[in-house]
């Protein structure tokens, strides 16, 4: 992989599970660190983790709204994270921060930060239209599960870890329908647009960066492959 750009969606469950994990935002830059003195670029999405909840959930505590606007909320809390990101990359990053993913977009730096873009979609979709933009046919996408299973493993002790799934069997299990605040090891209109494209997304459990260091390397990683 050395001198390509690698696309990295960062699930906001590890940014912020319930505050912000500052040991492992720092773990996670040493890697980064790491291999761009190897030559390697990177564009990182962040997720809204426990602020959107929040604040989500807060809202719905006093009013009914729109999915919109819950929307909305989840988008902004991926731009504050986002801004946390590239504040900690200040060096090495891109000035601005990345809102809409379609843009003509010509960076020289070696990190380039993006954010949730418009209501209807999530960060898995908008790194998808990032990998679109740049034509790039990996994705990487750090989240707080091992692997993707063939159902909700919180739910049903039978579930079965599948560790490779073609685009149109993963669709079958998540459906179609993008809602704020789903819980999906990809979201469903991302998913669609990857089978598209013919984008292979890696699943990892972004709490083990050694693991995420595996991917990069090339080596056996524990995942789930989707293409």
Do not use: C
């Not at 809390?77 to 900690?88: D, E, W, Y």
């Not at 200040?90 to 930060?113: M, S, V, W, Y």
Request: no cysteine; hydrophobic share 40%.
């Amino acid at each position: 992989m050395k001198n390509k750009t690698i696309i990295v969606s960062v699930g906001g469950s590890l940014i912020i599970p319930e505050n912000i994990d500052v040991a492992w935002i720092a773990g996670f830059k040493k890697i980064v660190d790491k291999y761009l003195a190897l030559g390697y670029r990177f564009v990182i999405i962040t997720g809204g983790g426990k602020t959107a909840r929040k604040y989500q959930n807060a809202v719905k505590e006093i009013t009914q709204l729109e999915n919109e606007d819950l929307d909305w909320i989840g988008i902004h809390s991926t731009r504050l994270n986002a801004h946390l990101f590239r504040t900690i990359f200040r060096k090495d990053a891109h000035a601005q921060i990345i809102k809409d993913p379609t843009e003509k977009i010509d960076f020289k730096e070696k990190i380039l930060i993006a954010a949730g873009w418009k209501p209807g979609f999530s960060t898995d979709y908008d790194a998808v239209l990032l990998a679109k933009n740049f034509g790039i046919k990996k994705l990487v996408n750090l989240t707080n599960i091992d692997y993707v299973y063939d159902k909700d493993p919180r739910k049903f002790k039978d579930a079965v870890k599948i560790e490779k799934i073609s685009w149109k069997d993963f669709r079958k299990i998540v459906g179609d329908k993008w809602d704020p605040g789903l819980n999906a090891p990809f979201d469903p209109i991302a998913a669609r647009e990857s089978e598209k494209i013919g984008l292979e997304v890696a699943i990892i459990n972004g709490k083990n960066l050694e693991n995420f260091e595996k991917y990069l390397n090339n080596q056996k990683f524990v995942g789930t492959i989707i293409k």
